[in-house]
């Protein structure tokens, strides 16, 4: 059978593909070939952080990503109320992140986010304590508060943190710590047993 390189009935401009939408009354009523607004890089930063609060994670990821790649020193205040007054748990988590990956972070940041209501936000700030890796008096006291918070991600969230500190001996004496503390949550006692060993240490789990 001989190879036919542009059969009849393939349509070479739309593929095969078929696209199934609803145009009311209007039958034949032309679609653009995609929703309008989608072009997210011709937005202004504000407008970006203001896209943190879609309700569509692929625009939120979308506004996280172009704002990481700008670095906008500009939207800092922008994420700062967002992260404090955002209507979601998902755009607030979204400012927070975006704040870190953009280099927009700072200790009083990480300090509201250390006291705030949401235990995924004061999560999130214990780890990117940990990831600055800045030997502060501010960060010590975070990780502390980290540890002796009642919620268990919280506490997770100080010993991956710890466990990136620059200072060895403390880091290394407060997962122990911690470790004591979740005698009944065994996958706890692991994920700190794990943050340990990158310590370099050895340890025994009673």
């Keep these: ?3 036919r390189s542009d059969p009849e ?3 070479r401009e739309r593929g095969r593909i078929w696209r199934v939408v609803w145009t009311g ?14 072009h997210l890089s011709q937005r202004s930063s504000p407008e970006l952080v203001a896209t943190l609060s879609h309700p569509n994670v692929w625009h939120r990821r979308m ?3 172009i704002l990481n790649g700008r670095r906008d020193a500009s939207t800092k205040p922008l994420l700062v109320d967002l992260l404090a007054r955002g209507s979601t748990q998902e755009s607030r988590l979204a400012a927070l992140w ?8 700072d200790d009083a940041m990480l300090d509201r986010a250390t006291a705030d209501p949401d235990p995924s936000v004061r999560a999130w700030a214990m780890r990117f304590t940990g990831e600055r890796q800045s030997d502060t008096a501010d960060a010590r006291r975070r990780l502390t508060a980290g540890m002796a918070d009642p919620n268990p991600g919280v506490r997770l969230g100080a010993a991956v943190g710890l ?6 001996r ?5 997962l122990r710590r911690l470790l004591v503390k979740q005698t009944k949550q065994l996958i706890f006692q692991f994920r700190i047993a794990k943050c340990l060993a990158r310590k370099v240490i050895e340890i025994e789990i009673g």
């Excluded at 009354?25 to 989608?38: D, E, F, N």
């Design 1 to 3: 059978m001989l190879f």
């Design 9 to 11: 009935g393939v349509d």
């Design 25 to 38: 009354g209007q039958a034949g009523k032309p679609v653009p070939p995609r929703p309008a607004g989608l």
């Design 63 to 65: 506004a996280q990503r």
């Design 98 to 105: 975006t704040s870190y990956s953009s280099g927009l972070v």
């Design 163 to 168: 466990a990136r500190f620059k200072r060895r």
């Design 170 to 174: 403390q880091p290394r004496q407060n």
